[in-house]
């Protein structure tokens, strides 16, 4: 059953750089970015801000990017749930992917998945962050909360709206099973020595990309 679970952070990073993923399937060693390590970090400080109920007010005599109005809107929209959930592993065989949201909150009626993100967004949520959420939405609803039509991202770095709704659309759930095959094959492909690298494509996530200095290598090497 493993052999056909792909999980819901591939299916998001795969719409960001098919490469990346083949890079990762491919185990190829990689220098962790500051920017990962960094972003780490304030998940974990995230969850111990809404798991203990930490004073989150002294992080404006600290250096995180962590904006405390968007922690006061967290605050508000998890009033009334008493279970959380953190990092939960989920299988759906449904589906067969796998997802491990930041958050699943649980009331007595209602249940909300919640992602935490520090992208600064301009207007709209990426759509690689729309995957992402409707990915993991799905495999709650599937496991846990059955009826949950909707997951939230919540950018923790800007003021205005932090928390944004994705709704399952049937648009993205199409788009997510056709990655989550695109996906499969290219495994098997590896798997039978089949050397399909995706083509390389430059973009700003270059940058903070942990593959970048191989791939540039090989870009270069092959060009």
Do not use: W
């Not at 409707?134 to 950018?155: K, S």
Request: aromatic fraction near 10%; charge should be positive; include cysteine.
């Amino acid at each position: 059953m493993q052999e056909t679970i792909v999980t819901a952070s591939d299916v998001a990073l795969y719409v960001k750089c098919p490469r990346q993923v083949y890079f990762k399937l491919k185990k190829v060693p990689y220098v962790e970015r500051e920017e990962r390590v960094k972003g780490r970090v304030e998940h974990l400080l995230l969850r111990n801000i809404v798991e203990k109920n930490f004073d989150y007010r002294i992080l404006e005599k600290n250096d995180f990017e962590i904006c405390i109005s968007a922690l006061n809107e967290l605050e508000k929209f998890l009033m009334n749930f008493n279970t959380k959930f953190f990092e939960q592993a989920l299988v759906s065989k449904k589906y067969g992917l796998a997802a491990k949201p930041d958050l699943i909150a649980v009331g007595e009626e209602n249940c909300e998945v919640i992602e935490f993100k520090g992208t600064k967004i301009r207007h709209d949520i990426t759509y690689s962050d729309k995957i992402y959420v409707c990915a993991q939405t799905m495999v709650v609803e599937d496991t846990l909360c059955p009826g949950l039509d909707h997951g939230n991202v919540f950018y923790y770095k800007i003021s205005n709206k932090p928390i944004k709704t994705v709704y399952v659309s049937d648009k993205l759930k199409s788009k997510i099973m056709e990655i989550k095959s695109s996906i499969l094959s290219m495994k098997k492909d590896i798997e039978c020595k089949k050397d399909n690298m995706p083509p390389y494509c430059e973009k700003s996530l270059c940058k903070t990309c942990d593959y970048a200095y191989y791939c540039l290598y090989l870009n270069n090497k092959t060009s």
